[in-house]
Structures are given as structure tokens and as C-alpha cells.
């Protein structure tokens, strides 16, 4: 199995930066593409970026611009940094991880809150 733990969510003002960490630990041998989704109060869970095992990014449109994902296959960890925040992109930001085995399948980490203020 694999584990993710996310770390560097905070409360922040509006036009702030913050950066996101997210560790994998486990089989991490079998990790494919990560990821960062966040869901707000009252809103479904959505994509925010996502990073091939080749480093090969994909942004949604609104972080574009503003957000940049990375990652350090060596340290088995994923990034996210966030600059130009938004009261909108208030949420708790999840790291993803698509993981290879039979079929592939998703691990989740416990969700880093992100507070914006305007």
C-alpha cells in the first residue's frame, strides 16, 4: 500500500503564497501520476493539477497562471506551489496518487486545509 501525507496548509491573505508538500511512503515503486484535487465547503472534490512519473503537468483552468506542480521522484514527494491566492481557492487540498498493481487505483492523503482571506 501506499501512504500520503500532506503538509503547508495555512491561513493566508488574499494575493499570498503558499506551498504544498505531499510524501508518499510504501510501496512507492508502483506510484504512477500525483496529483493535487480540493474540495470547498459544499462543493465536490475537484482537480487542481496533476504530474506524469515524467514530469509532464496538467493544470485546470483555474491554476493556470498561478499554480505549479512538481516533484522529487527521489523523495517520493509531490509540490504544489500557490502564489496569487484567491479567496476562492479556500479549501482542503488532497493529494492524489494513481497507483499500478492488477488494475490501477487511487490513494488519497488525509487533506491540507487552505484559509484565504480577502
Known amino acids: 500500500q501506499v501512504q500520503l501525507v500532506e503538509s503547508g496548509g495555512d491561513w493566508v491573505q488574499a494575493g499570498g503564497s503558499l506551498r504544498l508538500s505531499c510524501a508518499a511512503s510504501g510501496n512507492i515503486f508502483f506510484i504512477n501520476d500525483m496529483g493535487w484535487y480540493r474540495q470547498a465547503p459544499g462543493r465536490q472534490r475537484e482537480l487542481v493539477a496533476t504530474?506524469?512519473?515524467?514530469?509532464?503537468?496538467a493544470y485546470a483552468d483555474s491554476a493556470k497562471g498561478r499554480f505549479t506542480i512538481s516533484r522529487d521522484n527521489a523523495k517520493s514527494t509531490v509540490y504544489l506551489q500557490m502564489n496569487g491566492l484567491k479567496p476562492e481557492d479556500t479549501a482542503v487540498y488532497y493529494c492524489?496518487?494513481?497507483?499500478?498493481?492488477?488494475?490501477?487505483?487511487?490513494?488519497w492523503g488525509q487533506g491540507t486545509q487552505v484559509t484565504v482571506s480577502s
Open positions: 492524489n496518487a494513481k497507483i499500478l498493481g492488477m488494475s490501477q487505483y487511487d490513494a
Open positions: 504530474i506524469t512519473r515524467s514530469d509532464t503537468p
